[in-house]
């Protein structure tokens, strides 16, 4: 895992907690998005391609996954969030959370 440690959602939602939510729209290209989401509960951004639409777009490794297209995942697995994002439009908005530096 590329987490440091393990994150709960209690933890990312509570007040004051060192995280950003942040919306960003990915357009995939015709080889895909270009990230890779693992873990559940919440999910995390495991893998990002440099050159690919979610760089572009702001998805960076251990980013948290709120909601794609206005779906909430905090309670899904990355099997169910990636059913999402496959069966969804070419066009991904995702709301995510990181950490503070």
């Not at 709960?8 to 939602?13: D, S, V």
């Not at 069966?87 to 991904?92: D, K, S, V």
Request: charged share 20%; glycine share 10%; aromatic share 6%.
């Amino acid at each position: 895992s590329v987490l440091k440690r393990p994150v709960t959602n209690e933890e990312l939602l509570s007040p004051g907690a060192p995280y950003l939510k942040k919306t960003l729209t990915i357009v995939g290209d015709a080889v895909g998005w270009g990230f890779v989401v693992r873990g559940g509960r919440p999910c995390y951004v495991q893998a990002v391609d440099p050159g690919g639409p979610a760089a572009a777009a702001g998805i960076k490794v251990r980013q948290f996954v709120v909601s794609v297209n206005s779906t909430q995942v905090m309670q899904s697995d990355y099997k169910a969030v990636s059913n999402i994002i496959m069966t969804g439009p070419r066009t991904l908005v995702i709301e995510v959370m990181e950490m503070i530096e």
